[in-house]
């Protein structure tokens, strides 16, 4: 007897010793998420856009986070610039994705990080349509019904239709992903936004002539603006391999 009471307080012993070695290695591996401090910046006001029930009149804001501009997610939250964000989810978007939020959004993200080089209207534009896609509003009639609000509010894209608009946006060619990161407010976040930023190069569109005829060709250079305004007054260089062969070259 006192011989199988020795054995059992080995064999628990043993058991107790395995459990825990088996939990020392699951609390290593855990890691802090990464957290940053969010800062706002003035859009100025850019009209009244109306998703459903809810509205965004007044000022419009950018909110940086991590040394990226950042998308807000939940229409009607509140972020105030000190507040500290946590990063909660990290996603690869890729636009061909279909009917799922992360399709949408990924569409909308290459619109304006290719399309329209993250200029500020763009990113007007993409933010109402994001909150839209996010309040499940994701209809071609009800993102249709967004462009035509946030044009008439801005002016973009002045010679394009809405049709046209969304087909730039949402029926994109050829293919193109990129890495997300969605923020949430630490601490007390009931009634804070979601923030998205995202991890995407620019897509630099290059024209060459490759020939090896010789030729003379005039080439007119006019300055717009990203809607195909004509700029005056803002200078720009023009340079040449070989100034020998140039007829002409201010």
């Known amino acids: 007897m006192k011989g199988n009471k020795k054995i059992r307080k080995i064999m628990t012993f043993v058991l107790v010793f395995t459990l825990l070695c088996g939990m020392i290695p699951v609390n290593s591996v855990v890691a802090n998420a990464a957290t940053s401090t969010v800062s706002l910046s003035s859009l100025g006001r850019k009209g009244t856009v109306s998703i459903g029930s809810k509205t965004k009149s007044g000022t419009w804001w950018q909110m940086k986070l991590n040394g990226k501009k950042a998308f807000c997610i939940n229409l009607g939250h509140t972020c105030h610039s000190g507040n500290t964000y946590s990063a909660e989810e990290t996603h690869h978007f890729d636009q061909n994705t279909g009917a799922e939020k992360n399709g949408y959004y ?42 035509k609000q946030v044009k008439g509010n801005i002016n973009i894209s002045p010679t394009k239709s809405v049709n046209d608009l969304y087909k730039d946006i949402f029926e994109p060619s050829g293919a193109w ?23 995407a190069d620019d ?43 140039l007829y002409l070259f201010p």
Do not use: C, H
Not at 177 to 199: C, E, H
């Open 177 to 199: 992903t990129a890495d997300v990161t969605i923020w949430q407010k630490t601490g007390n976040s009931k009634r804070y936004q979601r923030l998205l930023t995202v991890d």
């Open 106 to 147: 990924a569409k909308i993200v290459r619109w304006y990080v290719v399309d329209r080089n993250r200029s500020g209207k763009a990113f007007v534009m993409g933010q109402a349509l994001i909150w839209s896609i996010a309040e499940g509003r994701n209809s071609e009639a009800q993102l249709k019904d967004v462009i």
């Open 203 to 245: 897509v630099p569109e290059v024209a060459s002539i490759n020939a090896s005829d010789y030729y003379r060709q005039r080439i007119t250079v006019t300055k717009k603006d990203e809607d195909g305004k004509n700029l005056a007054g803002i200078q720009f260089t023009l340079d040449a391999d070989n100034l020998d062969d």
